[in-house]
T-cell receptor, first 112, second 116 residues
C-alpha cells in the first residue's frame, strides 16, 4: 500500500541547533516533493520544492534533499530559532493529473 | 489583501443540516482546491478545479458539492451533515505549472466545522 511517513510526530531541539526532519515514502514515484509549514489555526505555507533530478535545494536557513533510491527527503533548518516552531509537512507530487499527497507532519519545537 | 480567503472561520451546526463554505482567491490562479484535515492532522484532497472545470474528485460523498462560479471562487456546499464531517476544511489555489503539476499551493486559513 502507499504510505508517506514523517519520522516523528514531535521533535524538540535546542535553539541554535540544526533540526532534521524526515519524509519517507512507499509505493509512490514522485516527480517532485514539496515542504510546507503549518502554524496552529492556519493553513500550510509553501517553503520549498525539489525535483527528482535535484539532490539538494537551499533557501536561506532551509535545506532539502531528495533521494529517489532511498525514497526519502530530509528537511534541515540550521541555526534554529523559537520562531521556527511549527508543524512541517512533506507533500508528494507524482505529476500527471494527480493531487499532492501530504504526510501527517512533524511538530517541531525549538526551545530557547 | 488576503490571497486566499475563506469564510466562515468557524462553523458549528447540527447533524442533518446543510451548510456552505466560501472561498475566493485574488492571485489570478487558474486552479483551486478543497482539502480536508481531520483530527489526526492528515490533509487530504477532496476536489480540484481548473478554470471552473472539475479536474479531481477524490471519492468524496455526493453530499459534498463544489461550485465554481468563476475561476476566482470555489465554494463548498455540504448536505445532510454527519458527525464524521467534523474537520478543518482548507481552500487552496495554485498558479499554472512550470513542470510540476501542482506547483506550490496557497492555502486559506481554514474553516473549522463542528457537527453536533
Amino acid at each position: 500500500s502507499q504510505k508517506i511517513e514523517q519520522n516523528s510526530e514531535a521533535l524538540n531541539i535546542q535553539e541554535g541547533k540544526t533540526a532534521t526532519l524526515t519524509c519517507n515514502y512507499t509505493n509512490y514515484s514522485p516527480a517532485y516533493l514539496q515542504w510546507y509549514r503549518q502554524d496552529p489555526g492556519r493553513g500550510p505555507v509553501f517553503l520549498l520544492l525539489i525535483r527528482e533530478n535535484e539532490k539538494e535545494k537551499r533557501k536561506e536557513r532551509l535545506k532539502v534533499t531528495f533521494d529517489t533510491t532511498l525514497k526519502q527527503s530530509l528537511f534541515h533548518i540550521t541555526a534554529s530559532q523559537p520562531a521556527d516552531s511549527a508543524t512541517y509537512l512533506c507533500a508528494l507530487d507524482q505529476a500527471g493529473n494527480t493531487p499532492l499527497v501530504f504526510g501527517k507532519g512533524t511538530r517541531l519545537s525549538v526551545i530557547a | 489583501d488576503t490571497a486566499v480567503s475563506q469564510t466562515p472561520k468557524y462553523l458549528v451546526t447540527q447533524m442533518g443540516n446543510d451548510k456552505s463554505i466560501k472561498c475566493e482567491q485574488n492571485l489570478g490562479h487558474d486552479t483551486m482546491y478543497w482539502y480536508k484535515q481531520d483530527s489526526k492532522k492528515f490533509l487530504k484532497i477532496m476536489f480540484s478545479y481548473n478554470n471552473k472545470e472539475l479536474i479531481i474528485n477524490e471519492t468524496v460523498p455526493n453530499r459534498f458539492s463544489p461550485k465554481s462560479p468563476d475561476k476566482a471562487h470555489l465554494n463548498l456546499h455540504i448536505n445532510s451533515l454527519e458527525l464524521g464531517d467534523s474537520a478543518v476544511y482548507f481552500c487552496a489555489s495554485s498558479p499554472p505549472g512550470q513542470g510540476a503539476t501542482n506547483e506550490k499551493l496557497f492555502f486559506g486559513s481554514g474553516t473549522q466545522l463542528s457537527v453536533l
